[in-house]
Nanobody, 118 residues
C-alpha cells in the first residue's frame, strides 16, 4: 500500500516562496510518476506539476510555469514542490499524487493548505 503525506503548507505573503513536501511510502518510489495538484475553494482540482518516473522530465501548468519546481529526493522518498513569486490565486489545498505504473494517479495524500495573503 502506498501512502502519501504532505507537509509544509502555511500562510505566506504575496511574492513570497514556499516549499511543500510529500513523503511517500513504498520500496519502489524511484519508479513512480509523481504529481502535484491543487484545489481552491469552490473550484475543481487542477494539475500543477508532474515528474516522470526517471525524474528527467517535469511538466507544469501554465499558471505556475516559471514560478514552480518539482523535484524528488529518492534517498528520503520525498517529492517537493517549490513555489516562488506566490500570488493570491495560488491559495489552495495542495495534493500529492502517485502513479505506480497503472498510468493513473491512483494514490493521493490528504493535502496541505497554502494561503497567500495580500
Amino acid at each position: 500500500q502506498v501512502q502519501l503525506v504532505e507537509s509544509g503548507g502555511g500562510l505566506v505573503q504575496v511574492g513570497g516562496s514556499l516549499r511543500v513536501s510529500c513523503a511517500v511510502s513504498g520500496r519502489t518510489f524511484s519508479g513512480y510518476r509523481m504529481a502535484w495538484f491543487r484545489q481552491a475553494p469552490g473550484k475543481d482540482r487542477e494539475f500543477v506539476a508532474s515528474l516522470t518516473r526517471s525524474g528527467d522530465n517535469s511538466y507544469y501548468s501554465d499558471s505556475v510555469k516559471g514560478r514552480a519546481a518539482i523535484s524528488r529526493d529518492i534517498a528520503k522518498n520525498t517529492v517537493y514542490l517549490q513555489m516562488n513569486s506566490l500570488k493570491p490565486e495560488d491559495t489552495a489545498v495542495y495534493y500529492c499524487a502517485a502513479d505506480t505504473g497503472s498510468g493513473a494517479y491512483a494514490y493521493w495524500g490528504q493535502g496541505t493548505q497554502v494561503t497567500v495573503s495580500s
